[in-house]
T-cell receptor, first 116, second 116 residues
Framework: DTGVSQDPRHKITKRGQNVTFRCDPI?????LYWYRQTLGQGPEFLTY????????KSRLLSDRFSAERPKGSFSTLEIQRTEQGDSAMYLC??????????????FGPGTRLTVL | AQKVTQAQTEISVVEKEDVTLDCVYE???????LFWYKQPPSGELVFLIR??????QNEISGRYSWNFQKSTSSFNFTITASPVVDSAVYFC?????????????FGGGTRLMVKP
C-alpha cells in the first residue's frame, strides 16, 4: 500500500515568489490535512478537506495561502508572495473513517520550504 | 495555555535502557483521542499508538508500552530503546470531538537520543 507522497521534497525560493506544493494521499482516504512545522516545534494545523470540500481553515492560513483538492484525490497548497516567515516544513496527512476525530492520520515526508 | 505539553525537550539514554516520554494534555471534552508519533531525521511523522478517552487500559506491545491516566491527564509512552530505530523526535497529539476539522494538536516534541 503506497503511503502519502509529497512533491517537491525541498523548495528554495526568493521572497515575493509564489510556490505550490502537491500532496497525494493514501488511495481511498477521504480526508486530507495540511500542517506546518517550524524548526524545533510540533506541527500546527492549517486546513482540512473531506473529499473535495475544504471544511476547516486555521487562522494561520493567511490570505496568501490557498489549498485545493479539486477531485477529492490529490491536493495542492499554494503560497503567494512568500515571506521569510513562511520557511517551514509543510506536512500533508490523510485518513479514512466514519467519525473524523477518531481517525488516525498518516503523514507524508513533507516539503521543506526555504524563503531567502 | 498549551493543550499538549511535553516537558522533556531532550533525553539521552543507552541502548536497551527503558525510557519514558511524558505527555500532559488539557481538554474540556469527555470524548477525545490521544496519539504518539515519531519523527526520525528523514522528517516523516510515523504513527505509533492511539488511545481513546474511554479506554484507560494500559498495554505493552513489544518494546513499547503506554500509561494513560485520565485523573492526571497524562499519556506517557515507554520504550526499551534501540539506537538505530528509536533515535528520533517523539510527538504526543490530541484529537477532540468538539473541534471541527479533526485537527491534531501536537506537543512540542521530545528528542530521544539512544547511544549504543
Amino acid at each position: 500500500d503506497t503511503g502519502v507522497s509529497q512533491d517537491p521534497r525541498h523548495k528554495i525560493t526568493k521572497r515575493g515568489q509564489n510556490v505550490t506544493f502537491r500532496c497525494d494521499p493514501i488511495s481511498e482516504h477521504n480526508r486530507l490535512y495540511w500542517y506546518r512545522q517550524t524548526l524545533g516545534q510540533g506541527p500546527e494545523f492549517l486546513t482540512y478537506f473531506q473529499n473535495e470540500a475544504q471544511l476547516e481553515k486555521s487562522r494561520l492560513l493567511s490570505d496568501r495561502f490557498s489549498a485545493e483538492r479539486p477531485k477529492g484525490s490529490f491536493s495542492t497548497l499554494e503560497i503567494q508572495r512568500t515571506e521569510q516567515g513562511d520557511s517551514a516544513m509543510y506536512l500533508c496527512a490523510s485518513s479514512f473513517g466514519s467519525e473524523p476525530f477518531t481517525d488516525t492520520q498518516y503523514f507524508g515526508p513533507g516539503t521543506r520550504l526555504t524563503v531567502l | 495555555a498549551q493543550k499538549v505539553t511535553q516537558a522533556q525537550t531532550e533525553i539521552s539514554v543507552v541502548e536497551k535502557e527503558d525510557v519514558t516520554l511524558d505527555c500532559v494534555y488539557e481538554t474540556r471534552d469527555t470524548t477525545y483521542y490521544l496519539f504518539w508519533y515519531k519523527q526520525p531525521p528523514s522528517g516523516e511523522l510515523v504513527f505509533l499508538i492511539r488511545r481513546n478517552s474511554f479506554d484507560e487500559q494500559n498495554e505493552i506491545s513489544g518494546r513499547y508500552s503506554w500509561n494513560f491516566q485520565k485523573s492526571t491527564s497524562s499519556f506517557n509512552f515507554t520504550i526499551t530503546a534501540s539506537p538505530v530505530v528509536d533515535s528520533a523526535v517523539y510527538f504526543c497529539a490530541l484529537s477532540e470531538a468538539s473541534l471541527a476539522g479533526n485537527m491534531l494538536t501536537f506537543g512540542g516534541g521530545t528528542r530521544l537520543m539512544v547511544k549504543p
